[in-house]
């Protein structure tokens, strides 16, 4: 069974950064296309950045140029490191992948449980 554990969340003051990580575990042949999504309380989830397995990216415009995602396909792990916070970045932060699974046909998507980030002003 895959899972998708989050880590690196917490409470942080306006400015200051946090580093995500997402490490995926289980039987897998190949994960592809990993990112982080975001849903802040009374909003629905919404899409932050993305990473393929040959390190294309792609940056939501509201964290484009103080966001930057990474991975290390080696310990199948995904990273967000966020830089100058701001209170509207709160939010429980969901890392997903698209897995193919050894030796069954497909790709599925993998969601992990979240992890809180709270920015004070």
């Known amino acids: 069974q895959v899972q998708l554990v989050e880590s690196g969340g917490g409470l942080v003051q306006a400015g200051g950064s946090l580093r995500l990580s997402c490490a995926a575990s289980g039987i897998m042949s190949r994960i592809n296309t990993m990112g982080w999504y975001r849903q802040a309380p009374g909003r629905q989830r919404e899409f932050v950045a993305t990473i393929s397995s040959g390190g294309n990216t792609n940056y939501a415009d509201s964290v484009a140029g103080r966001s930057a995602i990474t991975r290390d396909n080696a310990k199948n792990t995904v990273y967000l490191q966020m830089n100058s916070l701001k209170p509207e970045d709160t939010a429980v932060y969901y890392c997903?992948?698209?897995?193919?699974?050894?030796?069954?046909?497909?790709?599925?998507?993998?969601w992990g449980q979240g992890t809180q980030v709270t920015v004070s002003s």
């Open positions: 997903a992948a698209k897995i193919i699974l050894l030796g069954i046909p497909g790709e599925y998507d993998y």
